[in-house]
């Protein structure tokens, strides 16, 4: 009878030297039974036993070359998807050297106009009344008609008495601070669920604010939560004494005066966007119950938000007076879910998006005074932290405040 042989190789063999010395033995074998069994085939139970033999060998050698076929393949797969990968990473760095070398320059250029322009102001100051001190509450001591050009640092980075449970809030300085209160600093720390807050804490300085000292302390709005008055997101500003910010659950913007502790409403356009219907987004994620955002500068406060109406582009009006009116409405050109925040300075509006987990780039600026749209003003900043919730501008100081996942980060502005 004919019978195989050299079966020291394991049936289904994921080691690829393995399978290739199994066929290496195994098919001159089976080449030879077939030669016997041609020879000696007498049509009867001998030869069928021996067919069904080689028939059964013919299989296992069938499925070890696919196994090589298989195996090849994916060799030849993944030497391709490397290749491709390689190539795509040699590009991103000729990419990133070509970068860093325009930046290099740019900020040569840069250093060089400041101080040109240095010159230029310090020439006028002779000439000229001294601007007020931002301490004062109003215009900074820089050119008052010099353009925002960078930002550097961070400067400052704390996260006071926040857990990591806090991710949302806001943080600041009051431009036009009542008398007694210029150094102090105040926070908002949404609710573990990111939603919510019903009070505002003071802080005397900003060693106090960095360790968490609650002097003066906590002003509460309501002591329960969640009513209508309580703050509804992170997007929150201070300016005169009295903070402002969305209504909780409505399409209202609330004014709390922090020394007489009562709240005015404002009932926002037909067809706002709230309760996380038209928030602040990334790449693959929406920053919740950012509809509303509220920005200072040197005039005041500003309401930043989008409406059905005008198919979720940004939309911009300053907010007088109390019980807060809307003034004067911008309409712009940008969508407001490409954008990750916004702040206001010098009257002008500018929106932020994400370029990575530690990158941020200030792309798009809105002229009030003009009407005229940049996209493409390509600042960048590095980010202590993947997601910034909280963003703007303090007058007093000239300084970014930002708000990032539980953190508080400064960065110092620079002006021409």
Not at 207 to 217: A, N
Not at 365 to 390: A, Q, Y
Request: aromatic share 12%; net charge negative.
């Amino acid at each position: 009878m004919v019978t195989s042989h050299n079966r020291s190789i394991p049936k289904g063999a994921g080691n690829l030297e393995s399978q290739l010395l199994g066929l290496k033995f195994r098919l001159p074998q089976l080449l030879k039974d077939v030669s016997i069994l041609e020879k000696e085939d007498d049509g009867e139970l001998y030869g069928v036993v021996s067919l069904q033999v080689i028939e059964n060998e013919l299989v296992e050698i069938k499925n070890i070359v696919d196994k090589l076929n298989r195996t090849t393949q994916e060799f030849q797969h993944l030497t391709t998807d490397s290749g491709r990968q390689l190539m795509q990473l040699k590009a991103e760095l000729q990419e990133l050297e070509q970068y860093d070398s325009l930046q290099v320059e740019k900020s040569r250029k840069a250093n060089q106009r400041l101080k040109r322009d240095l010159e230029i102001c310090r020439n006028d100051a002779h000439n000229t009344q001294p601007t007020p001190h931002p301490d004062s509450g109003q215009t900074s001591d820089v050119c008052p008609h010099g353009k925002f050009v960078n930002i550097t640092g961070p400067r400052f980075y704390s996260n006071g008495e926040s857990t990591v449970n806090h991710k949302y809030g806001g943080w600041g300085r009051d431009p036009k601070p009542e008398l007694g209160k210029e150094n102090w600093y105040w926070r908002v720390i949404l609710d573990v669920n990111n939603i919510y807050a019903n009070h505002i804490t003071f802080y005397s300085s900003l060693s106090s604010l960095t360790v968490g000292i609650k002097l003066p302390g906590n002003f509460y709005i309501n002591p329960y939560n969640p009513t209508t008055n309580t703050i509804q997101g992170p997007n929150v500003v201070l300016y005169g004494d009295a903070l402002f910010y969305n209504c909780y659950n409505f399409d209202q913007l609330c004014r709390f005066n922090v020394t007489s502790k009562t709240v005015s409403t404002l009932q926002l356009p037909q067809g706002t966007r709230y309760n996380s219907n038209g928030n602040f987004c990334q790449f693959s994620e929406c920053y919740i119950y950012t509809d509303i955002d509220l920005a200072t500068d040197e005039s005041g406060v500003w309401l930043i938000y989008s409406t059905v109406h005008y198919f979720g582009n940004l939309v911009l009006a300053k907010v007088e007076g109390d019980p807060p009116t809307l003034n004067q409405t911008w309409h712009t050109s940008v969508y407001k879910q490409t954008v990750t925040n916004t702040f206001m300075a010098y009257g002008i509006l500018y929106a932020t998006r994400f370029v990575n987990n530690d990158m941020e780039e200030i792309f798009y600026s809105f002229d009030t005074s003009t009407g005229e749209e940049k996209f493409k003003l390509g600042i960048f900043f590095r980010k202590m932290c993947p997601d910034i919730n909280f963003l703007n501008y303090s007058p007093r100081d000239q300084m970014l405040h930002v708000y990032c996942d539980g953190y508080m980060v400064s960065y110092d502005f620079l002006f021409e």
